[in-house]
């Protein structure tokens, strides 16, 4: 049986820099960022040990009509283990203690697949 991916992904809606919401993002969870360039977008990431914590870019340096109104930050996790309401509470309290601010999020995928 393979594990399955899950998303926890926040809409961001802190102001400042890219630069400054990734430091930010760093501070809260403990950990360097790296950046890279995703077609046109920057992407910030971490690999922690419990999961792996990206922050994309509101601007695409591609197209204007591409860019987003907000930045995003995705916590990935494999298999069921932290897909808990505790481990949401946890990310949450860490975004909120290093003063990011969100305005919503959602688990993707949401359900778990159809035994077969």
Do not use: N
């Amino acid at each position: 049986m393979t594990a399955t991916a899950r998303w926890l992904i926040f809409v961001l809606t802190s102001d400042g820099s890219f630069e400054d919401v990734v430091r930010r993002a760093a501070e809260a969870f403990g950990h360097p960022f790296q950046c890279r360039d995703d077609e046109g977008r920057h992407v910030a990431s971490a690999r922690l040990t419990a999961c792996e914590v990206e922050v994309i870019d509101k601007e695409d340096r591609l197209a204007d009509f591409l860019c987003d109104d907000h930045y995003t930050l995705r916590v990935a996790i494999r298999g069921d283990d932290h897909f808990t309401l505790a481990f949401e509470a946890h990310v949450k309290a860490l975004l909120e203690h290093a003063q990011l601010r969100w305005q919503r999020s959602v688990w993707a995928p949401d359900r778990h697949p159809p035994v077969r």
